[in-house]
């Protein structure tokens, strides 16, 4: 009698996981159609006002076209009913590689170290937390840590007289520790709601 009920109550916890993983990508689905919604508010307000050369324009509507058809994809993939929570993951990391790509777009155009947008890290963090799992979270801050490196270094090489070295090292390094410490208090979240779940 013990076997078939730890056998039901591993069977309603799979259930459980499953629901909440679909339920998480169709929720990060629907914040990044207003991420969306507001970047290109803040296009248009660009424009309005001359803020921006027209070429770094185009580049920010292509960046907020693939974010919201990315987005959309995603979305729309995440609403399939019974998948398994396999599948769900795979939509999250999908949504994570997504906002990675946007973060490191914006970053360049940004100007690298000088860029705000490093902020736009932070989120495919948060949305690795859902998998609920220490690896998905610290994996996630490793590849966007790599991002952010990558895209500040090439924006450094490409427009060498807008810094200086020790000024890039010193920015890049800062904020790639600020992003493995949002890691970890995410993790301590996910940490304290699996202790809750138990």
Known sequence: MRISDSMA?????????????QQSAIRIGRVL????LVYVVMIILYDAFALVTPDM????????????????????SARKKQAAASYYARLLYGYVLLLVLFASVNVYLGRGMASKSVLL?????????????????????????????????????NNPSEGYKI????EVGFYSGVLFIVAALVWDVVRSKNADDS
């Open 57 to 76: 324009l185009l580049v920010r509507w292509v960046s907020a076209a693939g974010l919201a058809v990315g987005s959309a994809l995603l979305w729309y």
């Open 33 to 36: 159609f207003v991420l969306t």
């Open 121 to 157: 890290f932070v989120i495919p963090i948060i949305v690795s937390g859902l998998l609920l799992r220490r690896a998905a979270i610290y994996m996630t801050t490793v590849i966007a840590t790599a991002a952010y490196v990558l895209t500040s270094m090439t924006y450094a090489i």
């Open 9 to 21: 109550k591993k069977q309603s916890t799979t259930l459980r996981y499953n629901e909440w993983l």
């Open 167 to 170: 000024e890039l090292y010193g």
